[in-house]
């Protein structure tokens, strides 16, 4: 049987979107990857994760990708520009120069990335961790909120649902003595 | 010459087919962040030297993955769409006064769509197993990996210790400790 030869016809949409590609830069490249991660790393999570951890592991998931994206996406865009001004000045020159405008876009592009890569080795340990451990906190009280509320109305008394760890974690500050002398008893 | 004139001129060189800038800096990107990670891994005080062996060695096993995957998979998008194009295997609108351009293009979209596969498909899924590999080890070697600093700010570190130990280990199931960059 003969091999069919592969021809791809692009078509005027496809020919719109490779376009669009023209001059994507790695900051831009790092928003695209931070959208999309939204849309599938928590559902990665839901299904390889065990019900019990599930909420908290995609809390923690989404505060990842919101601050890394955020902090990623501007210390890439302002290197990139920084880079590409101080062509404009004179500074960052290769031996022989810089030709035209699109071969000046492209060094900033590149130049740019990799002082960008050198600056986040610092700013993943000063500003990611500490911003994503606050991020994860603010949802995984929120989530242990909802679930609470869940469970409140599902609960009859004499009858209480434990069926997460984020409740379990509720209900041992509620009943710890030593928590409760600590804070007072209002 | 001195070090940055040699790296302006490294960078103009390869600057050229934006596409494989994309491709070598993802994962040099990916590769810097593990670094860091072991380096910040290696310093610290607070866990044991048996801890540290665990965890550097899970760190050093997600590094590959992550930088290696990554790289792989753009370039084996890069090539084949970029050696279709050359040879006339896919027909472009507009291909008889930019052959050129469409070639280059096509190929960072193929990188794009690459780091997308690699980055939020199959490096999760495999830096998921990866950890529970390790984990299951420290467990079988009656290691307890240092927690996850989650919950610390709600629970104090005498409830953390009297939490029963069905609960305890939250980053056996919690994705990877590393933060991309």
């Keep these: 049987m003969p091999i ?53 592991s995609v809390a923690k998931t989404v505060a990842k990708i919101l ?66 451990k606050l991020l994860t906190d603010k949802f995984t009280k929120k989530i242990r909120k909802a679930n609470s509320d869940k469970i409140a109305a599902k609960s009859t008394p004499g009858n209480v649902h434990v069926d997460s760890v984020a409740q379990w974690q509720n209900n041992l500050l509620k009943f710890n003595p030593a928590k409760i002398q600590e804070q007072g008893v209002k | 010459m001195s070090i940055f004139t040699g790296l302006y001129n490294f960078v103009g060189r390869e600057c050229k087919d934006a596409g494989h800038v994309l491709s070598v800096l993802g994962a ?57 194009a050359d040879k006339d295997k896919i027909k472009f609108p507009n291909s008889l006064d930019s052959k ?20 939020n498909i199959v490096t999760p899924i495999l830096r998921n197993v990866i950890t529970k590999r390790y984990q299951e080890k420290a467990r079988k070697n009656k290691i307890i990996l240092p927690q996850e600093p989650v919950f610390k700010p709600i629970l104090s570190s005498s409830e953390i210790k009297n939490t029963p130990n069905a609960f305890k280990p939250f980053s056996t199931f919690i994705a990877s400790s590393g933060l991309k960059i």
């Design chain 2, 100 to 119: 050129k351009i469409n070639k280059q293009n096509i190929g960072i979209l193929a990188v794009v769509i690459g780091s997308v596969i690699s980055c």
């Design chain 2, 28 to 84: 040099f990107g990916w590769a810097t962040s593990s670094v860091a990670q072991i380096a910040s891994l290696s310093v610290n005080k607070k866990i044991t030297k048996e801890e540290k062996k665990f965890l550097i060695q899970q760190e050093i096993a997600e590094g590959a993955v992550n930088t290696g995957l990554y790289f792989a998979i753009t370039q084996l998008g890069k090539n084949i769409v970029t050696n279709l």
């Design chain 1, 4 to 56: 069919k030869p592969i021809n791809i016809n692009i078509g005027s949409k496809g020919q719109k979107i490779i376009d669009l590609m023209n001059g994507v830069t790695p900051a831009e490249q790092r928003l695209i990857l931070g959208a999309t991660a939204l849309l599938t790393q928590p559902l990665i999570d839901t299904v390889t994760v065990d019900k019990e951890h599930r909420d908290i």
């Design chain 1, 67 to 132: 601050v890394c994206t955020a902090t990623g996406f501007l210390i890439r865009f302002g290197c990139i520009k920084g880079v590409g001004y101080g062509i404009t000045k004179g500074l960052f020159q290769p031996t022989g120069g810089i030709q035209d405008v699109a071969m000046g876009e492209k060094y900033a592009s590149a130049l740019g990335t990799l002082i960008a890569t050198g600056a986040m080795l610092f700013t993943n340990f000063l500003v990611d961790a500490p911003l994503t």
